[in-house]
């Protein structure tokens, strides 16, 4: 099998890290193709930590092709940052390529999303503040700069010059913030260019030749099914399309060339930012399982909500990314807890639906149903096959795959890289 697409199915923050980094060691080429620096990949080696914001988790390993795809919005300041910070621990990074098709983030971005969710109060979204929405508002728009722009300095100047006054104007007479300058913006964007230039490529062939070539390729997403644009509990998403089919918008592949979609599953569900969340668990139980999960979010530090595992969101997630495989990550944090639960249905004004609704004031009105099956007290962080596992675990992965009517091919029963049961290879 020669490309896969790895997924969150839930709202993000599955562990997508320690899987992508799994599979990018059998992978030739690791493409990222949406989202931005709103995203934060958790990557254990050894006894290091590497947390990664743009770079495809491909990097940590010699030889990789590493591709940021058209439908990544860049941030050339944290993207010189995460590189200067991985060259400092030793990475070598030349296998890095940017598509020249990727959009530019620029300051104004980041200060229009700060303004917008202050300007929202109460009905803030709860954005990672990187700048995203705006910079996909611009591509939309159909007035966004593109990273190829970086190598036409008078066509960027022309389209920044404009851009930049939009920017101020907004800021300054709906936001009643202030303005950017445009020429510290030239001098500051100049400096990454010349940063930069040598890893923009067209990351459409790039992908494209690599596939006809038969090497394996591993799509990687950001944030996960229920952020998407689409799919996900709007207006409390991203701005741009986690699933499955964001890999070939994204990418620029079509849907032919993708042979399987594995969607990463947290054992339990969490979620940050605001909107509906049916399984949470408030109160000092989900305090507990917070602490114990280390539930902080990798990019702003957040403490994340927290909450059964729920099997609706799993169908849904199953459906619309087309899973042919669950990768399960941080079985171990559920070590302990007695009983378990997990989110089988909900009750809706009286009705029982398996279905995860569209309406974001039916999903808030929705109780969910629980089973509740036994716990287990051993120690599985250094369980290498699934034999190893308790029985009542056994049971509580077969029953989610029951219920979501898709099988688990990975197990994660810790953060490194050998804390990982293999039921089936993706590739
Ligand atoms: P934005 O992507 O910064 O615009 O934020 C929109 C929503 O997506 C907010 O609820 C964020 O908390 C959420 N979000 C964005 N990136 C991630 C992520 O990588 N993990 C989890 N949530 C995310």
Not at 121 to 143: E, L, N, S
Not at 202 to 219: I, S
Not at 303 to 322: F, K, Q, S, Y
């Amino acid at each position: 099998m020669a490309a896969v697409v790895l997924v969150g199915a839930q709202w993000g923050d599955e562990g997508k890290g320690k899987i992508t980094d799994y599979l990018a060691e059998r992978a030739d080429v690791v493409v990222r193709y949406q989202g931005g620096s709103n995203a934060g990949h958790t990557v254990m080696v050894g006894r290091e930590e590497f947390k990664l914001h743009l770079v495809p988790s491909g990097i940590l390993y010699p030889g990789k092709l590493c591709v940021i795809a058209n439908g990544v919005v860049l941030d050339p300041q944290v993207l010189v940052q995460e590189l200067d910070g991985l060259a400092g621990r030793g990475v070598d990074t030349t296998g890095l390529r940017i598509s020249d098709r990727a959009h530019l983030i620029l300051p104004y971005h980041r200060g229009l999303d700060a303004a917008q969710e202050e300007h929202r109060g109460q009905a803030m979204i709860g954005t990672t503040k990187r700048g995203i929405g705006p910079a996909y508002v611009d591509k939309t728009a159909r007035t966004g700069i593109r990273v190829g722009d970086l190598l036409d300095w008078e066509e960027f100047e022309k389209k920044l010059a404009h851009n930049v006054v939009v920017a101020n104007e907004l800021l300054a007479k709906i936001y009643n913030q202030p303005g950017y300058d445009l020429r510290a913006i030239l001098e500051e964007y100049a400096g990454y260019t010349e940063r930069l230039r040598p890893l923009i490529a067209d990351g459409v062939r790039l992908v494209n030749r690599a596939l006809q070539e038969g090497r394996k390729v591993l799509f990687e997403g950001a944030q996960g099914t229920l952020l998407d644009l689409d799919q996900g509990t709007y207006p409390f998403v991203t701005s741009s399309y986690p699933i499955a089919g964001g890999a070939c918008v994204g990418a620029g592949v079509g849907p032919t060339r993708i042979d399987k979609v594995i969607g990463v599953v947290k054992a339990y569900t969490t979620r940050v930012g605001s909107g509906p969340f049916p399984t949470e668990i408030t109160g000092p139980a989900g305090d507990a399982l917070r602490q114990q999960g280390m539930e902080f979010g990798t990019t702003t530090g957040r403490p994340r909500r927290c909450g059964w595992l729920d099997t609706v969101i799993l169908r849904h997630a199953a459906e619309v990314n087309g899973l042919t495989g669950i990768a399960l990550t941080k079985l171990d944090v559920l070590t302990g807890l007695e009983p378990l639960k997990i989110g089988t249905a909900y009750r809706y004004r009286g009705e029982i639906s398996q279905d995860f609704p569209a309406s974001l004031k039916a999903l808030q009105e929705c109780e969910p149903v629980y089973e509740e099956l036994p716990g287990w007290q051993e120690d599985i962080t250094g369980a290498g096959s699934i034999e190893d596992l308790p029985v009542n675990c056994r049971n509580y992965i077969r029953r989610l795959e029951e219920l979501v009517g898709v099988p688990v091919h990975l197990i994660a029963v810790g953060p490194r890289r050998d804390q990982t049961i293999v039921l089936k290879d993706a590739f």
